[in-house]
C-alpha cells in the first residue's frame, strides 16, 4: 500500500506526495486505449449477451459509462473511457452530440410539464445520474411531478435510488426492467403512475440498442397503446443519415468494444415509432434544431434524430 | 493535474474555484494550476524553484497542494512562465490568497492530527461522499452522545475536556450537512453490525437509530444498510470513503482511515477499483426505501 501511488499522510518522504495528474492517468488511459486496439476487454467469446453486461463487470465497457464520460462525469472505469475515445476517434462531436441530446431532454420535459401539463413520466434508460435529469427539469415546472425511472442495471439503479431523489410533493420510483419486457415495465410502473391519466413517454438514446430482430417498432407501440389520449411520446436516436460516414465509423468502434450492440437508424427508420401520433412543432429534427433556446445550442454539432408526439 | 483530456472540456477558469469552499481543495487548485503553466512554459521544477529561492522539491508540494503559497512567490512565477495578463494574474493571487485562509477546522488544531485535517478540508468541499461503514456509523450521522461513546473508546486516556473538544468538532463537521448552499449529497453504506452494536448502550443507541431515520428524510442523504448475510465477497479491507468534488479538474479521493494516520489514494488505477466495489456494495445493500423500513424495524426491537 505505502508504494509511489499512495498520499501517505504523515510520512516526510518526498515521493509519497501527494500527486495529481502527472503520467500515472495517462498511462492508464493509454494501456486502456491498448487493450481496445487489442480487442482484449470486449471481443471474442466471452462477450456477455447483448443488454445483459452489468455494470459490475468494469472490464468490459458499459453504454452508461461511455455517456458519462462523453458528458464530462466521472463514474466510468478504463474500458469506458478507451471505448469512449476510440468512438471519438471515429466521431470526434459525439461529445457535443450526446451534450446535445441532455439539453434536448431538458427542452422536452420543460414543454411537456410546461405546455402540455404532464405530470407523469416514464423515463426508460435511465443511465447514470448527470446535469438536469428528468425529475428534476419537471419538477422544477411542478413539483408535483411523479417519475418512474426504468434501467435494467444493477448499479446504474443503485445511482438513480440515491442520487434521483423527488421533492417531497411529487414522487420518483426505479424499475428494474428491460425494456424489450414492455409488459413488466407497465405493470411495475403503475404502482407510481396512473395510467388513467397521461404519461410521457420517454425513450432517451435508448432504441438503437434494440436490433431490426427484436422489433423495437412493436416495443414502442405497446407502450404507446397503455398509455391514454392526451399523453406523449419524447424520442432521440442515433442518426444513420447525419455524418453518415463518421457515424458508421462509430457504431463499428461500439460494437466492438461495448456488450451492447448499437444499431443506428434513418429518419424514416426513426420515423414509424411515432406512427398513429401526432409530431408537434417541429416535427422530427437532428436534436439541436429541436426547439432550441439558445443560439449555441442551435449549433451544437450532433447526429440524433428526434421528436415529442401526441396520442390523439 | 487533470486527469484525462477530452474534447469539447471548457479550460478551467476561476468560475468553477467560487463554488468550492475549503483552503485544502484551493490549495490543490491552485497547484495543479501552476503545475500546467509551468509545463506549458517547459520550465523544469529546479528552475522554478530557483526563481522563488526553494528547492525543486518546494515547487513539487507547492503543485500538489501540500503547502500553502506565499502571494509572492505566486507573481513570481506567474512571472517565469509568462503569464503577464493582468486579470489572469488577479485571478491565481487572489485564489492564493483565499487558499491560505484557515478553514473553521483550524481552531480544532490541538486535538487533530495533520491527517484528519486535510480529510475534513476535502470533505468540506465535496459535491459527493460516498462511505462504506463497518464498524460506526458515519460520523457525519452520529449524534452527540453516540460521537462521545465512540470518542472515549479511542481516546482511553484523554481528559475529560479533550473529548468534548472532539466531540465538538464532529459536529461541527455535520454542518455540512445543513449548510444553506453548495449541500454535498451523503450516499451511506451501514454494515448492519454497524447497526446493532450498542455503543453508549442501548438508549443512546436508539437515539442514534432515530436521528439516522430521521437524516434518511434529507433529499441529500441516502441511507442502505447491508444485511448480515449480503456482501461479504465484496470487500477485502474494511471501511473507506470515496470524495467527490464538483470541479471537474479534481478527480475522485479515495479515504481510508487507519488507527495512526489515513491513506489517500487519488490515481485511476486505484480509486477505480475502490469505486467498483462501492458500486457492488450499492447495488448488493437494500435499496434505500427497504433500508428505512429495516432502521424502523431496528428500532423497535432495541
Known amino acids: 500500500m ?7 499522510v504523515g510520512s516526510q518522504e518526498d515521493n509519497l506526495l501527494y500527486k495529481y495528474g502527472d503520467s500515472g492517468s495517462q498511462r492508464a488511459s493509454e494501456r486502456a486505449a491498448q487493450m481496445v486496439s487489442e480487442g482484449a476487454p470486449a471481443v471474442g467469446d466471452t462477450a456477455p449477451a447483448p443488454g445483459n453486461a452489468p455494470a459490475f463487470d468494469t472490464s468490459v465497457a458499459h453504454v452508461a459509462r461511455v455517456y458519462n464520460y462523453w458528458l464530462g462525469g466521472k463514474d466510468n472505469f478504463a474500458a469506458d473511457r478507451a471505448a469512449a475515445q476510440q468512438a471519438m476517434a471515429a466521431f470526434p462531436d459525439i461529445v457535443h452530440s450526446a451534450r446535445a441530446n441532455r439539453a434536448f431532454l431538458r427542452r422536452a420535459v420543460t414543454y411537456l410539464a410546461g405546455t402540455a401539463g404532464i405530470r407523469q413520466f416514464l423515463d426508460i434508460g435511465t443511465g447514470i445520474p448527470s446535469a438536469n435529469n428528468t425529475h428534476e427539469v419537471a419538477q422544477a415546472v411542478a413539483a408535483e411531478c411523479r417519475i418512474v425511472y426504468v434501467d435494467n442495471d444493477p448499479v446504474v439503479l443503485a445511482h438513480a435510488r440515491a442520487l434521483l431523489t423527488s421533492t417531497s410533493e411529487g414522487a420518483t420510483d426505479y424499475i428494474d426492467a428491460d425494456l424489450r419486457n414492455a ?29 431490426d430482430e427484436q422489433d423495437p417498432y412493436a416495443v414502442v407501440a405497446r407502450l404507446m397503446a397503455a398509455v391514454p389520449a392526451g399523453s406523449y411520446l419524447a424520442l432521440s436516436h442515433p442518426a444513420k443519415d447525419i455524418h453518415a460516414a463518421e457515424m458508421a465509423a462509430m457504431a463499428n468502434r461500439l460494437n466492438q468494444t ?16 411515432f406512427a398513429g401520433l401526432e409530431l408537434i412543432e417541429p416535427g422530427m429534427k437532428n436534436v439541436p434544431d429541436w426547439r432550441p433556446e439558445t443560439a449555441e445550442e442551435a449549433s451544437s454539432p450532433a447526429a440524433l434524430w428526434s421528436g415529442v408526439a401526441r396520442k390523439p | 493535474m487533470s486527469v484525462v483530456q477530452r474534447p469539447g472540456d471548457e479550460p478551467q477558469d476561476e468560475l468553477s474555484a467560487e463554488v468550492i469552499s475549503g483552503p485544502t481543495v484551493l490549495r490543490i487548485l491552485l497547484g495543479g494550476q501552476l503545475r500546467r503553466l509551468r ?10 524553484g530557483y526563481e522563488i529561492r526553494a528547492s525543486r522539491s518546494k515547487i513539487s508540494r507547492v503543485e500538489h497542494g501540500r503547502v500553502s503559497f506565499k502571494e509572492r512567490d505566486v507573481a513570481d512565477l506567474l512571472t517565469l512562465y509568462g503569464v503577464s495578463d493582468e486579470d489572469e494574474r488577479r485571478r491565481m493571487l487572489n485564489l492564493a490568497q483565499r487558499a491560505n485562509s484557515p478553514g473553521w477546522w483550524s481552531k480544532y488544531d490541538d486535538v487533530m492530527p495533520d491527517w484528519f485535517e486535510t480529510y475534513i478540508g476535502l470533505e468540506q468541499a465535496t459535491s459527493l461522499i460516498r462511505t462504506y461503514e463497518l464498524q460506526f456509523i458515519p460520523g457525519l450521522f452520529q449524534t452527540e452522545e453516540y460521537a462521545r461513546a465512540v470518542t472515549v473508546l479511542g481516546h482511553r486516556s484523554a481528559s475529560a475536556a479533550e473529548i468534548e473538544r472532539r466531540v465538538s468538532l464532529r459536529l461541527q463537521r455535520q454542518r455540512i450537512l445543513t449548510k444553506p448552499e453548495g449541500l454535498p449529497k451523503v450516499w451511506a453504506v451501514i454494515d448492519e453490525s454497524a447497526l446493532r452494536r450498542p455503543l453508549g448502550g442501548r438508549d443512546v443507541m436508539r437515539t442514534q437509530l432515530c436521528r439516522l431515520l430521521e437524516l434518511t428524510e434529507l433529499p441529500h442523504v441516502t441511507l442502505q444498510v447491508m444485511p448480515f448475510d449480503r456482501g461479504g465477497h465484496s470487500v477485502a479491507g474494511g471501511s473507506f470513503s470515496i470524495l467527490r468534488f464538483a470541479e471537474p479538474d479534481l478527480p475522485d479521493i479515495v479515504y481510508i482511515e487507519q488507527l495512526t494516520g489515513a491513506l489517500y489514494l487519488d490515481r485511476p488505477e486505484e480509486t477505480d477499483h475502490y469505486r467498483e466495489v462501492m458500486n457492488s456494495l450499492s447495488a448488493e445493500a437494500e435499496p434505500p426505501a427497504e433500508s428505512r423500513r429495516q432502521l424502523k424495524k431496528l428500532i423497535d426491537t432495541i
Open chain 2, 39 to 48: 509545463e506549458a512554459a517547459g520550465i523544469t521544477p529546479d528552475r522554478a
Open chain 1, 183 to 211: 409488459d413488466e415495465i407497465l405493470a411495475k410502473a403503475a404502482e407510481t403512475l396512473d395510467f388513467g391519466k397521461p404519461v410521457a413517454v420517454m425513450l432517451m438514446a435508448i432504441l438503437q440498442h434494440i436490433s
Open chain 1, 2 to 8: 505505502a508504494n509511489s501511488h499512495a498520499w501517505q
Open chain 1, 258 to 273: 461495448m456488450a451492447e450492440k448499437v444499431t443506428f437508424r434513418t429518419k424514416s427508420e426513426v420515423a414509424p415509432f
